[in-house]
């Protein structure tokens, strides 16, 4: 089993920036993939950015440029950091980890932007 925590979360302008971190802990070894997710309210959970175990990223074309993943691949925890912050970016935010075929997700951080 795999641990997720993520923090960082909280209120901001639109314009401002934020970050989140994620930590993992208990059988962490061989763990691949890592990512934020993020779902709004009455809308589908959606990827954000992932990062690969060898420094791979990917981002959603909404949050390309403006928000930034990286990875400490040692403790396998990673960040988002977000810059330019839009009212859009609102959402709980989901910190997502792979094992093998096992995802598991932490509880979530709110997000919000005000314009």
């Known amino acids: 089993q795999v641990q997720v925590v993520e923090s960082g979360g909280g209120s901001v302008q639109a314009g401002g920036s934020l970050r989140l971190s994620c930590a993992t802990s208990?059988?962490?070894?061989?763990?691949?993939?890592m990512g934020w997710y993020r779902q709004a309210p009455g809308k589908q959970r959606e990827s954000v950015a992932w990062?690969?175990?060898?420094?791979?990223?990917n981002y959603a074309g909404s949050v390309k440029g403006r928000f930034t993943i990286s990875r400490d691949t040692a403790k396998n925890t990673i960040d988002l950091q977000m810059n330019s912050l839009k009212p859009e970016d609102t959402a709980v935010y989901y910190c997502?980890?792979?094992?093998?075929?096992?995802?598991?997700w932490g509880q979530g951080t709110q997000v919000t932007v005000s314009s």
């Open positions: 997502n980890v792979r094992k093998g075929s096992t995802s598991y």
């Open positions: 208990g059988s962490i070894f061989g763990i691949s993939v």
């Open positions: 990062i690969s175990s060898n420094g791979i990223t």
